[in-house]
């Protein structure tokens, strides 16, 4: 694949915000290392989220990246060894050792900026919160429901005393950490056992079930705020908590710390769950908000169980 030269934008400025395509450019224009596939590897994150600004970029983004990267899988020169033919995706899988280097590409592109002082203070790199995927191929990362009721019980004593309706949530209703962390008090409705979600990663509003566990633990702070405050709001009320330390403790506490936990293993829990109690991917992609049953083929591995006795009680008089 031939590769286009970078043309450097302006000289990032500490304390501006600058998008990630500008910070692609910056940092390529620095790199020093002997990867000749570094560009190729940034390039792919600058064309998806490379508008966005770099500071707000989240673990979300960075995982739908990652998903896409891997439905699209292996490039093919359909020129074969000419220069400047026709790239075409061929979905022939990548393996999970690439995925990782992608992965790593974009985690030291973000970490080259805090570096120079670039990022905002208190900014962490999203890539950390993404799972690096194990490398001989096994399967996406799942709380046991024995480590979920471990975890509950140690947000019950963390200093942060939203943790636990926070951590309930992210598990009872899959919404990603942006959707949780945004939402406001007047996109809730405890009698309803709901909670709106304006816009998610797909451009798309949501509504988002809670159960009645939830709804208790959510009713503990209720009285005490404004409607237009965030629900998991920090010191100030209308930015979202800084909870990763609290969040870190937690799986220390619960000995699920050191086993590829992130806090989007909340989210692959709820899928996982539901495939295993016999959900259809159908409903699971609708519970997810995926537009697509490929986002949701991950958990199908899942379903064998349940679509063993579908299909032996279906068949089983013939």
């Not at 962490?124 to 690096?132: H, I, L, M, W």
């Not at 209308?238 to 609290?246: D, E, G, L, R």
């Not at 710390?257 to 109690?277: D, E, G, I």
Request: charged share 25%.
């Amino acid at each position: 694949m031939e590769h286009q030269k970078i043309a450097v934008n302006a000289p990032l400025v500490r304390g501006e915000q600058f998008t990630l395509s500008a910070l692609a450019d910056a940092y390529m224009a620095s790199f020093t290392g002997r990867d000749p596939y570094q560009h190729q590897r940034l390039h792919f994150f600058v064309e998806k989220i490379g508008h966005l600004y770099a500071c707000e970029i989240d673990a979300d983004h960075v995982d739908d990246c990652l998903d896409a990267l891997k439905a699209r899988g292996k490039l093919m020169n359909k020129g074969g060894t000419r220069r400047g033919g026709e790239i075409i995706a061929t979905h022939k899988p990548l393996s999970n050792s690439t995925l990782n280097r992608y992965r790593s590409t974009l985690q030291a592109t973000l970490t080259w900026a805090r570096k120079k002082r670039l990022m905002p203070k208190g900014w962490s790199n999203p890539v950390n919160d993404t799972q690096r995927l194990p490398e001989d191929n096994a399967r996406t990362r799942y709380l046991k429901p024995d480590e979920y009721e471990r975890l509950i019980q140690m947000c019950r004593i963390s200093h942060w005393n939203k943790l636990t309706a926070l951590v309930m949530m992210a598990v009872t209703t899959g919404a990603r950490r942006g959707a949780l962390m945004g939402l406001k008090w007047e996109d809730v409705d405890l009698e309803k056992g709901e909670a709106f979600v304006s816009r998610t990663k797909n451009g798309e509003p949501f509504v988002l079930v809670l159960i009645p566990e939830v709804v208790a633990e959510l009713k503990r702070f209720e009285s005490k705020v404004r409607k237009d405050e965030l629900v998991f709001g920090g010191l100030n009320p209308y930015k979202p908590a800084n909870f990763n330390k609290v969040w870190n403790t937690a799986l220390q506490d619960a000995n699920v710390a050191n086993t590829n936990v992130v806090f989007h293993t909340l989210r692959h829990t709820h899928a996982s769950w539901l495939a295993k109690q016999g959900a259809p991917l159908l409903a699971i992609a609708d519970s997810m908000g995926h537009k697509s049953l490929a986002m949701t083929k991950r958990y199908s591995h899942l379903c064998i169980d349940s679509r063993k006795e579908i299909i032996q009680k279906t068949f089983q008089r013939m």
